[in-house]
């Protein structure tokens, strides 16, 4: 076999990473105390953006796509026919500073096909981090993925040289990831998950106490899913993911529409582009829950399985409970004027500020940066009365959408066509 | 009355000293113009001032103690805007603020607050596209070289993050339309300009034979790196610029793939 250069490698490694969603930089703010090369930034730094609109923070690539497992959504399984490489350690080393030094990137994003066993690969991933720290004094951003299965040492070694830890989730019910994954299991990706919760929440209260204590993955951890490989509805997606923002203290969860990488594979339903709408759709409610102090409850009744496709959630949500609404802008609480739909969390925050010192009016918003064509249905003002009230949620739902031109409305997103046996519990909202 | 119109040197010290000139001479003017800009009253008594540091700081001082936490710089970075007229809304915003208001920095509601609220946030965003967007090469000798057109005159704003993350390494931020730099070297950073170019005016290449040998290797790979991350089912331009203006793509190795 011929030898494959840096660049092959790269090519083949970086094509079978980027289905990885993750590419945040922030929650870190390691110092560059050692005087060498890099420092973390809060607040994260995207240095360029694909041609998907995606951004590209950190070096994301695979450490191989050798794999010794053959679960039915990944690109990398093991009866795939496909090129396969491996970067060596000092490679990785090299590639992360090379780009790191000329302002290319933020950090590096390690991830990897399991070799031999999960503790041989975790091993190998632990020294490229290692190595970065100690011998090239690097303080910059490190992202190293788990893998499930490795021995709870070496995850704890990982999480003092990186900044975030991520266990990918991928399928989130058990019985669907035995159904895709048959050599994977649900305790092997939970009890990482849960150590490095432990040792995060250890790490910060030792930080309490010793000014010098060392940090465990001080930016956090997070995980993944993917959308529409399996049955599972909305509502159990955003109430398994507020699950684990609760129960795991997990800093974000990613959601991937599935690409039909795969399509010989009978299990996997045929689908010719990837759930975009749907998956913003999930995003939007995910921002919701984290910014905008939605419970996941109100985010999805239990008569509604799914999300409404047409509309935003928060609209939906404005939707159900109108009679919650309309808002007085220059008297209602924080909380009730983040729920209008077309004010966001900037404008909220200037409205609750700007209404200490006079009187607010529709012009006022409008500078503001509220979206008045949605946020008009639902807010009263000092100046006039707006058009508020005597809608039903039928025809408002109606109003706007029709109102907004959108290049991306598409009904018939969720379809899981080749999933003859699976039925809606419940009939179609619309 | 008069209509007086105070003109300045252009720079934020002559500003303030004209504000400081302004309460000194008892006088409200029309207009605060820098010299080199146009005027547009006819028969107004113009008063020219010379930028004055002990004046200068001592308006920025009064201004610093009336307001609050990250809003400190707020009027210095609105005026590093240059939008025209921008002089006499901070002036106007430093009336109200020294005449005993407080908080008046979240009275939004007034259009003079949130115009210069929003001009700051574009210089502000401005500087973060500079750490976004800066591509170093690594020349000869051992400098990493990085030529680039800010919008606003960002790179003093900037110059204290790339300190941080670079301590070891010796770099040069040049501005191509205001031409002047930053190098830092032996742990300082200090103002430059350059006499003898030896890299493109337009997109701040430097010439092939001054580049260190590794350079070319590099953002080869970066650029084999940035085609294959690229999800193809997704693709989505618009969003693409809208992330990364077009204005910065010539500055970028990666965007030079068409090319």
């Known amino acids: 076999m011929n030898k494959l250069t840096v660049q092959q490698k790269l090519e083949i490694l970086s094509d079978a990473a980027k289905y990885d969603v993750s590419c945040v930089s922030s929650g870190s703010n390691r110092k560059n105390s050692t005087k060498g090369i890099g420092n973390g930034v809060a607040c994260g730094i995207c240095h360029s953006f694909t041609e998907d609109g995606r951004c590209v923070s950190l070096l994301k690539t695979l450490m191989t796509n050798h794999c010794i497992y053959d679960c039915a959504y990944c690109a990398n399984r093991r009866s795939n026919d496909r090129p396969r490489a491996t970067l060596t350690v000092d490679e990785i080393v090299d590639l992360t500073i090379g780009f790191y030094r000329r302002n290319f990137i933020e950090g590096l994003f390690l991830s990897s096909g399991v070799i031999r066993n999960p503790d041989y690969t975790m091993e190998r991933m632990v020294q490229v981090a290692r190595k970065l720290r100690l011998v090239e004094n690097y303080n910059g951003y490190i992202h190293l993925k788990a893998i499930p299965g490795a021995s709870p040492e070496l995850v704890h070694e990982a999480g003092l040289w990186a900044d975030r830890l991520s266990v990918n989730l991928e399928i989130s019910t058990e019985p669907n990831l035995k159904l895709l994954a048959p050599e994977k299991n649900f305790p092997s990706i939970l009890s990482p998950m849960t150590q490095i919760r432990n040792e995060i929440l250890a790490s910060k209260e030792e930080a309490r106490r010793f000014r010098n204590a060392p940090k465990f993955a001080q930016a956090g951890q997070s995980t993944q899913m993917i959308i529409g490989a399996t049955p599972e509805t909305d509502r159990q997606i955003i109430l398994l993911s507020s699950g684990l923002y609760k129960t795991q203290n997990l800093k974000r969860v990613y959601f991937s529409g599935y690409l039909p990488v795969n399509l010989y594979d009978k299990r996997l339903p045929a689908l010719t582009s990837p759930p975009l709408v749907r998956e913003n759709r999930l995003y939007q409610s995910d921002w919701l829950m984290r910014f905008y102090h939605f419970k996941a409850e109100e985010i999805l009744t239990e008569d509604q399985p799914f999300l409404d496709l047409d509309v935003d959630p928060k609209l939906g949500f404005a939707l159900r409970n109108l009679h919650q609404f309309p808002v007085d802008i220059n008297r209602a609480d924080y909380e009730m004027i983040l729920r209008v739909p077309g004010i966001g969390v900037q404008s909220a925050q200037k409205i609750v500020l700007a209404r200490r010192h006079r009187k607010l009016t529709t012009e006022h918003l409008l500078k503001l940066g509220v979206v008045m064509k949605r946020a008009r249905y639902f807010v009263t003002c000092s100046d006039v009365v707006l058009a508020a009230s005597g809608w039903t949620p039928e025809r408002l739902k109606h109003k706007i959408v029709a109102g907004s031109v959108s290049k991306n409305r598409k009904t018939l997103d969720t379809q899981l066509s080749l999933f003859g046996n699976f039925q809606a519990a419940l009939p179609p909202l619309h | ?259």
Not at chain 2, 33 to 41: D, T
Not at chain 2, 47 to 64: F, L, N, Y
């Open chain 2, 1 to 259: 009355m008069s209509m007086d119109i105070i003109t300045y040197d252009g720079t934020f010290e002559g500003f303030l000293t004209g504000i400081f000139e302004c309460y000194n001479r008892k006088i409200f003017p029309v207009e605060i113009v820098s010299r080199n800009g146009e005027q547009k009253h006819l028969f107004a008594q113009k008063t020219d001032i010379q930028p004055d540091s002990e004046k200068a700081d001592r308006v920025w001082k009064g201004i610093q103690q009336k307001m609050t936490g990250k809003n400190k710089e707020m009027l210095f970075y609105a005026f590093l805007s240059e939008e025209p007229g921008i002089e006499m809304k901070i002036y106007r915003f430093v009336r109200r603020l020294f005449s005993g208001y407080f908080n008046i920095e979240t009275d939004f509601g007034d259009a003079d607050v949130l115009y210069l609220t929003q001009a700051s946030q574009k210089v502000k965003k401005e500087a973060m596209r500079m750490m976004q967007f800066v591509r170093f090469q690594h020349t000869k000798g051992g400098l990493y070289f990085c030529g680039i057109e800010p919008r606003y005159d960002v790179i003093p704003l900037v110059v204290g993050h790339f300190q941080k993350r670079f301590a070891d390494q010796r770099w040069l931020l040049f501005d191509l339309k205001r031409n002047y730099g930053v190098m830092y070297d032996n742990g300082k950073p200090q103002e430059v300009t350059i006499s003898a170019k030896e890299f493109s005016q337009i997109n701040g290449r430097v010439n092939e034979n001054l580049l260190e040998e590794g350079e070319e290797f590099y953002q080869r790979l970066w650029k084999t790196y940035f085609t294959h991350i690229n999800i193809q089912e997704r693709k989505n331009l618009k969003l693409q610029r809208q992330h990364m203006p077009r204005r910065f793509w010539k500055f970028l190795p990666e965007m030079m793939i068409l090319n």
